[in-house]
């Protein structure tokens, strides 16, 4: 039983804080059956305050017994009402005009309840008012402005109404609540300030719990998003903006020495064309893998475009970065791609080689390592070539 619950938890943080299907991109069903939650949860609590103060507190001479009948009957047909409604959001999650109705009807139900709810208390009570707000506040960052507009006209309209009625004494102002109680000082009566601190808690903490899911959500879509602008989509290995910025890193840090690989897939342009490119595909991504194996933590390997890669090498000297290319183009050699209708496809890489000393351009530096490059396709391909070969000096 203990497996089962860490496995939902696990399920449930996943879908909450780790999912690229953020809260605020529900569609506007789903965000009406978690109001739907919300709004049983907020009944429940409402009723467990009347319930637990008039039947096994000594706060009952603070309530008037009629107004809390029928608050009590309220909140159990409005309890029923989103009972109901998140039951036949499982039946008919399907069906358009239900999804429709529910999109908008939820909202509005759940806003007129607390609305209800606050004027059963006191309409210009702290629980009233601060609750409106942070309501307010949710559903403007949460739904589109067309379901809010639809939901602030009712809500809107049922506000001014008491606010009006109440200030001229046309309505009770807090009925719940008995002739004692508004006798006193409201601010002294400890079960008054108790009961608005019960009333609103649950909907601070609901507002705050939300509101720290859409934070930590948004920052793992920034941080996804951060690390989308460096990767390659296809391969998984750093993109060719990324490289260069490396580059551009190492050159202002005055990093003593690395070196940077070239390396492009020979005839890669056949497999495309005899095998299609959803085989040229998981050939690229094989090679990418090879590579990120045949390298170091440090190192930097990079898609350069089209079916060259790069390899930025830190802190080694011509003798290890040509090492290092040897070993990956071997490994590439060895490796077989299955085909989908059988046999496997065996390719080669042609390797560029150049090294950098402190003061040397990334652009420099590159264009050795693709001369390099083009020597070794000159030369028959399938092997390694440097920079040095080409009788250049980096100055």
Same mark, same amino acid.
Request: with cysteine.
């Given at each position: 039983?203990?497996?089962?619950?860490? &496995?939902?938890?696990?399920?449930?943080?996943?879908?909450?804080?780790?999912?690229?299907?953020?809260?605020?991109?529900?569609?506007?069903?789903?965000?009406?059956?978690?109001?739907?939650?919300?709004? #049983?949860?907020?009944?429940?609590?409402?009723?467990?305050?009347?319930?637990?103060?008039?039947?096994?507190?000594?706060?009952?001479?603070?309530?008037?017994?009629?107004?809390?009948?029928?608050?009590?009957?309220?909140?159990?047909?409005? &309890?029923?009402?989103?009972?109901?409604?998140?039951?036949?959001?499982?039946?008919?999650?399907?069906?358009?005009?239900?999804?429709?109705?529910?999109?908008?009807?939820?909202?509005?139900?759940?806003?007129?309840?607390?609305?209800?709810?606050?004027? #059963?208390?006191?309409?210009?009570?702290?629980?009233?008012?601060?609750?409106?707000?942070?309501?307010?506040?949710?559903?403007?960052?949460?739904?589109?402005?067309?379901?809010?507009?639809?939901?602030?006209?009712?809500?809107?309209?049922?506000?001014?109404?008491?606010?009006?009625? @109440?200030?001229?004494?046309?309505?009770?102002?807090?009925?719940?609540?008995?002739?004692?109680?508004?006798?006193?000082?409201?601010?002294?009566?400890?079960?008054?300030?108790?009961?608005?601190?019960?009333?609103?808690?649950?909907?601070?903490?609901?507002?705050?719990?939300?509101?720290?899911?859409?934070?930590?959500?948004?920052?793992?879509?920034?941080?996804?998003?951060?690390?989308?602008?460096?990767?390659?989509?296809? @391969?998984?290995?750093?993109?060719?903006?990324?490289?260069?910025?490396?580059?551009?890193?190492?050159?202002?840090?005055?990093?003593?020495?690395?070196?940077?690989?070239?390396?492009?897939?020979?005839?890669?342009?056949?497999?495309?064309?005899?095998?299609?490119?959803?085989?040229?595909?998981?050939?690229?991504?094989?090679?990418?893998?090879?590579?990120?194996?045949? @390298?170091?933590?440090?190192?930097? $390997?990079?898609?350069?475009?089209?079916?060259?890669?790069?390899?930025?090498?830190?802190?080694?000297?011509?003798?290890?970065?040509?090492?290092?290319?040897?070993?990956?183009?071997?490994?590439?050699?060895?490796?077989?791609?299955?085909?989908?209708?059988?046999?496997?496809?065996?390719?080669?890489?042609?390797?560029?080689?150049? @090294?950098? $000393?402190?003061?040397?351009?990334?652009?420099? $530096?590159?264009?050795?390592?693709?001369?390099?490059?083009?020597?070794?396709?000159?030369?028959?391909?399938?092997?390694?070539?440097?920079?040095?070969?080409?009788?250049?000096?980096?100055?």
């Amino acid at each position: 039983m203990y497996r089962t619950g860490v &496995l939902q938890w696990r399920k449930l943080k996943h879908h909450l804080f780790e999912s690229d299907y953020l809260i605020i991109n529900w569609s506007d069903y789903d965000k009406g059956r978690l109001l739907l939650f919300f709004g #049983m949860l907020s009944q429940i609590s409402v009723l467990k305050w009347c319930i637990m103060n008039f039947y096994y507190s000594n706060n009952n001479v603070w309530f008037n017994p009629v107004a809390l009948k029928t608050r009590v009957m309220v909140g159990m047909i409005v &309890l029923l009402l989103f009972t109901l409604l998140a039951v036949l959001s499982f039946s008919f999650k399907h069906h358009a005009l239900f999804r429709l109705f529910l999109s908008y009807f939820a909202p509005v139900l759940f806003g007129v309840g607390m609305i209800y709810g606050g004027y #059963m208390v006191g309409i210009y009570s702290p629980a009233t008012m601060a609750g409106t707000v942070n309501l307010l506040l949710v559903g403007l960052v949460f739904y589109r402005p067309a379901i809010m507009l639809s939901i602030m006209l009712p809500i809107t309209i049922f506000i001014g109404y008491i606010c009006y009625f @109440t200030s001229h004494d046309r309505l009770e102002y807090a009925p719940i609540f008995s002739h004692a109680l508004k006798q006193t000082e409201f601010y002294d009566n400890h079960f008054w300030l108790l009961s608005m601190a019960e009333l609103y808690l649950p909907i601070l903490i609901i507002s705050a719990v939300f509101f720290q899911i859409l934070l930590v959500q948004w920052r793992h879509r920034e941080q996804k998003m951060e690390v989308l602008s460096r990767v390659d989509g296809l @391969t998984n290995v750093y993109n060719r903006r990324f490289v260069s910025h490396e580059l551009q890193q190492l050159t202002q840090s005055h990093h003593p020495e690395f070196a940077v690989v070239l390396l492009d897939l020979d005839f890669f342009k056949l497999i495309n064309d005899k095998y299609g490119h959803e085989t040229g595909d998981r050939v690229l991504k094989g090679v990418a893998q090879i590579l990120n194996d045949n @390298t170091r933590k440090q190192d930097v $390997v990079g898609r350069f475009g089209g079916e060259e890669f790069i390899l930025i090498l830190k802190d080694q000297n011509l003798e290890q970065a040509i090492e290092v290319s040897e070993r990956c183009r071997a490994a590439i050699l060895s490796e077989r791609f299955n085909l989908a209708h059988g046999g496997s496809l065996e390719i080669t890489a042609s390797f560029g080689v150049a @090294t950098a $000393v402190e003061g040397t351009s990334p652009e420099l $530096v590159t264009r050795l390592a693709d001369q390099a490059l083009y020597l070794a396709k000159q030369q028959g391909r399938n092997q390694v070539r440097s920079f040095r070969e080409l009788n250049l000096d980096l100055v």
